[in-house]
């Protein structure tokens, strides 16, 4: 059965680093849409990155374009955002998801609730001030 498991949260001061994890099983991740979003206290979801192996595309939020990377592990099937350069804006609970399909990746997420099949159960990020 389909799995995402993310790891990696904590608090880290604000200038710092993270790198959260998610571990796929049940489907190949290689050949999905793969994609990290966040949500803030009383905020909406917000997409973060996506990356889309297959293809050799991937997306970032204007807000985390520079500072942050997504990146897959093939051989672990596990997807990973190495955060730098943390602000207090960044402080969110961070999910990643998986869509069966490439059109996300490609042309851009449009509803991630409807587009992403997929969700892990979320992993927190604190950054301090």
């Known amino acids: 059965q389909v799995q995402l498991v993310e790891s990696g949260g904590g608090s880290v001061q604000a200038g710092g680093s993270l790198r959260v994890s998610c571990a796929a099983s049940?489907?190949?991740?290689?050949?999905?849409?793969m994609g990290w979003f966040r949500q803030a206290q009383g905020q909406d979801r917000e997409t973060v990155a996506t990356?889309?192996?297959?293809?050799?595309?991937?997306y970032y939020a204007n807000s985390v374009k520079g500072r942050f990377t997504i990146s897959q592990d093939n051989a672990k099937n596990t997807l990973y955002l190495q955060m730098n350069t943390l602000t207090p804006e960044d402080t969110a609970t961070y999910y990643c998801a998986a869509s069966p399909l490439s059109l996300p990746c490609i042309h851009g997420v449009l509803n991630p609730s409807a587009e992403f099949a997929y969700w892990g159960q979320g992993t927190q990020v604190t950054v301090a001030s």
């Open positions: 990356i889309y192996t297959a293809g050799d595309t991937t």
């Open positions: 049940g489907f190949t991740a290689v050949t999905y849409c």
